[in-house]
């Protein structure tokens, strides 16, 4: 048990809907990533936060997603008007300054109908 | 670019035999290397990786990986599989920026068979 939580574990929406996803790293992880996993494939960066400050997104974060961490500690992923082609894995990891391992939670599965 | 070649998608295996499996990097990413594992329905966990120091690195249960520049590889290896080893296995590198996210490979997934 890695100590890093995601909420909800399994998602079903429509195309079209908003969803909001949430990660809960343990309170030493100043540092917190989302990552992307489609089937078959090794998991792909999307955001990374230094405490409350999104310091680096990829180009695979178009304008529907969003991401923040408020108070350096929890942190949510929302995608609006969502796409079938959005449907993945979303992955949140913790990390700590100055120490290289990452955390990963257990993952947040998004089916888009 | 940066990147990370996992070289085989599938490796099926008998129990007891040797395993290797095979990943390469970009030398566009940093030297910090990890192999992380990801049992059926459960998260990646981190099984060894590679910072600096003596380029061979092991991990709790049997696995060891090899750093060699030269080769830009980090082959992970283990002399003996059991069944409990079956599971997917990512190579990853850290990406050249400060942020420290992870550039992974596609991922392995090792079958061991009885």
């Known amino acids: 048990d890695t100590g890093v939580s995601q909420d909800p574990r399994h998602k079903i929406t429509k195309r079209g809907q908003n969803v909001t996803f949430r990660c809960d790293p343990i309170s030493e992880h100043n540092r917190l990533y989302w990552y992307r996993q489609t089937l078959g494939q090794g998991p792909e960066f999307l955001t990374y936060f230094q405490n409350e400050a999104q310091l680096e997104k990829s180009r695979l974060l178009s304008d529907r997603f969003s991401a923040e961490r408020p108070k350096g500690s929890f942190s949510t992923l929302e995608i609006q008007r969502t796409e079938q082609g959005d449907s993945a894995m979303y992955l949140c990891?913790?990390?700590?300054?100055?120490?290289?391992?990452?955390?990963f939670g257990p993952g947040t599965r998004l089916t888009v109908t | 670019a940066q990147s990370v070649t996992q070289l085989d998608s599938q490796v099926p295996v008998f129990e007891e035999a040797p395993v290797e499996l095979r990943c390469n990097y970009s030398s566009s990413v940093s030297v910090y290397l990890f192999w992380y594992v990801q049992y059926p329905n459960q998260g990646l966990q981190l099984l060894l990786k590679?910072?600096?120091?003596?380029?061979l690195v092991e991990s709790i249960n049997g696995f060891e990986a090899e750093f060699n520049k030269s080769q830009t590889s980090f082959h992970l290896r283990k002399p003996s599989v059991h069944i409990s080893d079956t599971a997917e296995y990512f190579c990853a590198a850290q990406g050249s920026s400060n942020t420290g996210k992870l550039i992974f490979g596609q991922g392995t997934t090792l079958q061991v068979k009885p």
């Open positions: 990891a913790g990390g700590t300054s100055g120490i290289f391992e990452q955390y």
């Open positions: 590679y910072l600096s120091g003596s380029t």
